[in-house]
């Protein structure tokens, strides 16, 4: 018995052997007679070309709704009260703010106004959209280092209104025209790409 069973170790090692070479063959065989379908099946594809379902316009459209989204959900917080460190729901500082409206669009930005003057990319105030930062010197006289920060609600042939945290009124919408922010006004920040 114990013969048998050692014939049978060296013969399937044979037989798995064999089946390896018949599987190989006939897959050289298929691939042979089958180019071109085989090559049109297992043809790379480059991901461009699996994720290019969409045109550019749509593309900017989802983008901006986003956008409108960020900004809606934004403005449904006016009137909150100002509180130093607040990070909402209820109360809120500026940068506490910007946080809060972005982390509920699976967004996180930095803990300070001082941390968002540097994230995301910087960009030209005309060309401002919905949803960018703008980043503001601190109010207190002789501080000139960041100090605040809003998000802009819209530009309306260079007219921006933003909305932010302000200290003694909370919650609400200001003009960066207004002379108390076109002052203190350092720059805009973009987080969403377009």
């Known amino acids: 018995m114990e013969l048998i069973k050692a014939i049978m170790k060296d013969k399937l090692f044979y037989v798995v052997l064999a089946a390896i070479l018949v599987v190989s063959s006939a897959m050289n ?28 316009e749509e593309k900017q459209e989802i983008v901006m709704t986003l956008r ?4 809606d ?8 009260p100002y509180k130093y460190a607040g990070k909402g729901p209820n109360v809120f500082d500026c940068s506490g703010f910007t946080c809060y409206v972005y982390k509920n669009f699976n967004f ?5 106004s001082s941390l968002q003057s540097k994230f995301g990319v910087e960009t030209v105030t005309e060309e401002v959209k919905k949803g960018d930062l703008l980043i503001f010197k601190s109010p207190r006289p002789g501080v000139n280092s960041v100090g605040h920060v809003g998000m802009v609600v819209s530009n309306e042939n260079g007219k921006i209104n933003f909305i932010h945290s302000s200290t ?18 350092l720059g805009a920040r973009r987080v969403l790409t377009d």
Do not use: C, M, W
């Open 29 to 56: 065989f298929n691939e042979s007679h089958n180019a071109d379908l085989l090559q049109e099946y297992y043809q790379p594809v480059e991901a461009s070309d699996t994720l290019e379902t969409e045109s550019v």
């Open 68 to 71: 409108d989204s960020l900004v």
């Open 73 to 80: 959900y934004a403005l449904t917080l006016q009137g909150r």
């Open 108 to 112: 996180q930005l930095p803990a300070s």
């Open 168 to 185: 003694r009124r909370g919650v609400v919408i200001d003009s960066l025209s207004h002379k108390h922010y076109k002052a203190r006004y």
